[in-house]
């Protein structure tokens, strides 16, 4: 993505939000369709990380904080993207 700012989307911000397993795929995409129009579709993977993230800081006692960073895996399993969110060390404890 070129020319990144930073942005909060609130609630009232959303017009739609759709998840969906798109016809001829495999994976599903979740479509968040803003009130200016703007689109952002996420792939499955995304989503997973994020809600990864969320549970853990929202259920672990002690973390409030993870951050993943984007990292290119040489060797993977089978299926697995080549790039993936692999969670840093310093989690910021409670």
């Known amino acids: 993505m070129k020319g990144a700012k930073k942005v909060i989307i609130r609630n009232e911000d959303i017009k739609s939000l759709t998840a969906e397993i798109p016809e001829g795929h495999k994976h599903l995409r979740t479509t968040i369709v803003l009130?200016?129009?703007m689109e952002i579709?996420?792939?499955e993977a995304a989503v997973a990380n994020l809600v990864r993230a969320y549970v853990t800081v929202k259920t672990h006692p002690a973390?409030?904080?993870?951050?993943m960073k984007n990292k290119r895996l040489v060797s993977r399993k089978k299926g697995y993207s080549e790039w993936q969110l692999v969670e840093q060390k310093a989690q910021a404890v409670r």
């Not at 973390?63 to 951050?67: D, E, G, Q, Y």
């Open 35 to 37: 009130n200016d129009g």
């Open 41 to 43: 579709t996420f792939q």
């Open 63 to 67: 973390i409030s904080r993870v951050k």
